[in-house]
């Protein structure tokens, strides 16, 4: 029976009576007792049998060495490693090649691509962080596990949402060389946010969303198996987020905890919540009551006599003619904008790019001769004016200063060190300074050639479905242009 008595030191609970002190407590207080002064220091410590001193006066270790000229600062300081004081030796470049020699030395089978991972992470990172590598490196090798590169890339792997910086480095390397295949750590991310997403679900309505996850999961399998499209993570992630909300909306509004009581009522008053989501989400609610039939969750589909209540057409925002001269301006003519977003911005302005295609726009897709880039899907080169020709420029000598081996042209300090892409998170906010998104701007090019040439032709130059350019011809009119037929008319 355990004793309500406590520490007197920590306040844990004491299993006997007759103690004061738990166990931690009492084997501290013994340490301490054990202690007596040195003769030679006087600092309390344990005494040695063969000299009666401590064990830092028993073994004061070797004496440290006078101070030097740094060859590099010419300062005298201590001396740390060939000829250098610490600071200097810290920031050596051949740091890294020097440990990775004594790695080499070390093991009693070295890997045979062992020089060439020192080569690469000693030119893609700081001193520092390429010896931390080299280190990390060492640790999974000298290990008892197997040494095999897709045995090493799955044991350098964290827990948690990053796999962290060292397991990047050796994916990068290996995947390069055909050594290893690329880690699942998309997916896992991927899988927690779903499930994120499901657990936020009130008890009595989650295992229908969870099934209908699992259904919509098995259905992308399927598609990649089959050389189909399959559903992008983004989409079934954006589908459990509206599955959330409508059953919150239920739970909170409508005092409703299954799912065969929801009518046609509840999904209308759901939409209306966000009148402009309500295609996209009309789309979910369907897939989902379609698949909650077919599994006798439900009996009958409250979304089959829904109706959109828009139009097809394009109802976004465009830019005036003077907001799109005053764009032009900043991004030519001044110096302190950012070369990224004078990069996204012209090929959305001038050439109607999106931010993907510039996302995954890489050097390979460049003609230096005949200045023409490849953008996205498009069938054919896209020919580039002098002014974006010059934008591109200088976005190709502020990559030059990252000294990357990135394949892609826009190269963040995020991804110098990689061959990824930039994030879709930082396209979607290079804009923000000009104040206009790349939506709007690549939408303004878009209603401007639509409207003013064969819709056809803009789809076959753009790589795009002819009917995702009608939709910008819906209630348009060139006010323009049609006082210029007015007057020759009359």
């Known amino acids: 029976m355990i004793c309500s008595r406590v520490c007197e030191e920590c306040g844990h609970p004491v299993r006997s009576p007759q ?68 600071a200097c030796w810290q920031k050596h470049p051949g740091r890294p090649f020097i440990s990775g020699e004594h790695l080499h ?80 750590q998309a997916e896992r991310l991927a899988l927690n946010r779903r499930r994120r997403r499901v657990e936020a679900v009130p008890e009595p309505l989650r295992q229908a ?12 399998d399927r598609a990649r198996r089959a050389g189909t499209r399959p559903r992008s993570n983004h989409t079934l992630e954006t589908a459990l987020t509206t599955m959330r909300d409508l059953a919150l909306f239920l739970m909170t509004h409508r005092s409703k905890d299954d799912w065969a009581l929801v009518d046609v009522h509840d999904a209308e008053a759901f939409l ?79 050439h109607g790019a999106s931010s993907s295609e510039v996302r995954m726009l890489q050097i390979i897709n460049m003609d230096q001769i005949a200045q023409t880039v490849r953008l996205g899907k498009r069938p054919h080169p896209v020919p580039l004016d002098p002014a974006s020709w010059t934008v591109l420029q200088r976005c190709l000598a502020h990559r030059e200063a990252w000294r990357t081996d990135n394949p892609h042209v826009l190269v963040t300090k995020g991804t110098k060190a990689g061959r990824s892409p930039a994030s879709t998170a930082y396209l979607s906010h290079v804009l923000d300074d000009c104040g206009f998104v790349p939506r709007m701007i690549r939408s303004t090019r878009l209603v401007d050639l639509v409207n003013t040439m064969d819709p056809k032709l803009v789809a076959a130059a753009f790589g795009m479905d002819p009917q995702a350019t009608l939709i910008y011809l819906s209630d348009r009119v060139d006010e323009t242009r049609l006082s210029q037929w007015e007057t020759d008319r009359s």
């Open 272 to 350: 209306a919540t966000l009148p402009k989501a309500r295609k996209r989400r009309l789309t979910v609610l369907r897939q989902f009551f379609r698949f909650a039939r077919s599994q006798h969750i439900v009996l009958v589909d409250p979304t089959r006599n829904l109706t959109v209540k828009e139009s097809n057409g394009f109802c976004g925002r465009t830019l005036t003619l003077d907001q799109q001269r005053g764009l032009f301006r900043r991004w030519t003519t001044d110096e302190h904008v950012h070369p990224h977003e004078a990069l996204v911005g012209m090929l959305a302005l001038l």
């Open 209 to 220: 969303i969870a099934d209908f996850d699992d259904s919509r999961m098995r259905a992308q």
């Open 19 to 86: 103690n004061r002190l738990c166990r931690d407590c009492r084997r501290k207080a013994d340490l301490l007792a054990a202690q007596q002064p040195c003769p030679r220091c006087g600092k309390p410590g344990y005494l040695r049998e063969e000299t009666g001193w401590c064990g830092p006066c028993s073994h004061p270790g070797s004496p440290k060495h006078p101070p030097r000229t740094c060859r590099e600062c010419g300062q005298l300081r201590r001396h740390a490693g060939l000829g250098m004081c610490s």
């Open 105 to 184: 030395d070390r093991l009693a089978d070295p890997p045979p691509w062992l020089t060439d991972f020192v080569a690469q992470v000693a030119a893609r990172h700081c001193v520092a962080r390429a010896c931390g590598f080299i280190t990390d490196l060492g640790r999974l090798l000298e290990d008892e596990h197997s040494n095999s590169p897709q045995a090493l890339l799955e044991r350098s792997r964290r827990p948690g949402r990053s796999m962290g910086s060292f397991a990047r480095a050796l994916e990068d390397f290996f995947t390069l060389r055909g050594l290893a295949l690329p880690t699942d």
